[in-house]
């Protein structure tokens, strides 16, 4: 397969994974073109997370194929690391590294994995934390940030080495309400600057907002896919309508 | 009444004390030594056999097999039996340079062999305790396993583990002392000579006051280094 414009940039086709007897991921097919944002919804435990991580190879799969750039992501002689620096993935829980600064964590790739010199992964983080803000805090250590702050330096950490598709991992379920639209607002700003991402999110209105396509993942399957109009307005599963009949529930009473 | 000054007589008599110093102090001046030199050893070659007991994959089996029998061994061997097997062993192989160094040497090697065990355990404690979640954020931003380990798993466990480590520290310094079995003329060694001729002890209590002096320091500041973390931990947590 090229990697011309036409085929879609992350491809996935029939893909299967088991954790042991069970199956968290059935037959999934998605097609994800070149700045497209692709959002993904379901419940805690339908897969979504792990179908993000087998994208950048942290889980691998045991049947179907997935193709990142035109390239078999499966393929044992693939260089992970090559393709880790073109996927970039942010966590709910921000995994950043407690021990470094704030300015460290996001120039600790670009300096040893992405052959930047020291001023220069530093110019580029300042930069980075510039456009979010947060250029202040650069020596700060993540713990003195709030949840708010320390997921957005996360984000611009996986930006720093130059992805070229981002995978976003429920980045805002583990932050105080209030915090949430700063994060928010950082990703609408990616999605308008032509990033390709793939969410898994529990934020309904976000993702009518930025979404392409939204998929509704149920029991490891993609069940429905369509247009956030169609999705969020007239689904045809009853199994996805019970979903945002029951989320929308939550949302009132929060 | 008697009782209690035969009790003095005996064990903090100043003059035996006074008298027996600058010899303890001699010897304590090699417990000093070993401890220093083996504690520096131990540092490096527990971390490395450490990570060695964490590689991944099929193809390291063998070296997780051969770091796993290694601390299994010194761990079970009383270091008194290391002293002796090779401080009097080595020698007997006539095997030039190494069966040729100074006794103290072969002091100093059974005293790493025996915590580089002890340490080892420690060390992998503090890397297994190190979340998943972070390797997976190195590994996701296209760091190596090398990598991973070197600026991301290893600086976090080392922090971790300090506390446990300094307290392994002291019993290795109190352990310098078994090496007086093998003719390495240290404090606790020079203190009984000195016991034996005059007949009393102060000679030993004044060894332990060295052992006491030196590990008390340590003690307090690992203390203060728990105590600096679980403030922390509890800042975190709010």
Not at chain 1, 74 to 103: C, S
Not at chain 2, 31 to 52: C, D, G, P, T, Y
Not at chain 2, 163 to 170: E, S
Not at chain 2, 176 to 196: C, D, H, K, R
Request: net charge neutral.
């Amino acid at each position: 397969m090229s990697s011309n414009g036409s085929t879609p940039f992350v491809h996935m086709q029939g893909v299967s994974k088991w954790f042991g007897s069970l199956n968290v991921l059935d037959h999934i097919d998605l097609d994800v073109p070149e700045h497209n944002v692709v959002c993904l919804i379901g419940a805690s435990g339908s897969g979504k997370s792990t179908l993000l991580r087998c994208i950048n190879r942290l889980e691998r799969i045991e049947e179907g194929e997935i193709t990142v750039d035109g390239q078999q992501i499966t393929d044992p002689k693939l260089d992970v690391n090559v393709l880790r620096r073109k996927v970039g993935i942010v966590f709910q829980a921000y995994n950043l590294f407690p021990h470094m600064t704030v300015l460290q964590n996001v120039t600790l790739a670009p300096r040893k994995a992405g052959g930047f010199s020291r001023d220069g992964a530093e110019g580029q983080a300042r930069g980075l934390l510039r456009r979010i803000g947060l250029e202040a805090k650069a020596d700060e250590y993540p713990d003195r940030l709030s949840g708010g702050q320390q997921q957005r330096v996360a984000i611009v950490r996986a930006l720093a080495m130059g992805p070229k598709v981002l995978l976003l991992d429920e980045i805002t379920s583990a932050l105080d309400p209030q915090l949430v639209s700063e994060v928010l607002a950082l990703v609408r700003e990616l999605a308008e600057s032509g990033m390709t991402m793939i969410l898994a999110t529990h934020e309904m209105g976000f993702a009518r907002e930025v979404a392409d396509k939204v998929c509704f993942l149920d029991a490891g399957r993609i069940l429905e896919e369509g247009s956030p109009a169609q999705i969020f307005t007239e689904p045809r599963e009853p199994r996805t309508r019970e979903f945002l009949a029951r989320v929308l529930e939550a949302e009132k009473l929060a | 009444m008697h009782a209690l000054h035969q009790v003095f007589r005996t064990f903090f008599y100043p003059h035996s004390f006074r008298l027996s110093l600058p010899d303890v102090w001699a010897g304590f001046q090699l417990n000093l030594k070993m401890m220093v030199i083996a504690e520096a050893l131990v540092l490096v070659l527990a971390l490395a056999l450490a990570i060695v007991r964490g590689l991944p994959g099929p193809a390291a089996r063998p070296l997780r097999v051969l770091a796993i029998v290694y601390t299994d061994f010194f761990r079970g061997t009383p270091l008194i039996l290391v002293a002796f097997i090779v401080g009097f062993g080595v020698p007997g192989l006539q095997l030039g340079y190494i069966s040729n160094q100074h006794v103290i040497v072969y002091g100093i090697t059974a005293l790493t062999l025996v915590y580089t065990a002890y340490v080892t355990e420690v060390y992998r404690a503090g890397i297994e305790s190190v979340h998943p979640s972070q390797r997976a954020a190195a590994r996701s931003l296209g760091l190596t396993y090398a990598q991973t380990m070197r600026y991301v798993v290893v600086p976090q466990a080392v922090r971790r583990v300090i506390p446990p480590l300094l307290n392994d520290f002291v019993g290795l310094q109190k352990d310098t002392a078994i090496i007086s079995v093998i003719g390495v003329g240290e404090a606790t060694q020079l203190a009984q000579q000195f016991s034996t001729q005059n007949n009393d002890f102060p000679s030993l209590v004044a060894a332990a006051v060295f052992f006491i002096l030196l590990t008390i320091p340590l003690a307090r500041f690992t203390d203060h280094l728990v105590a600096e973390r679980e403030r922390r931990e509890r800042a975190q947590a709010f």
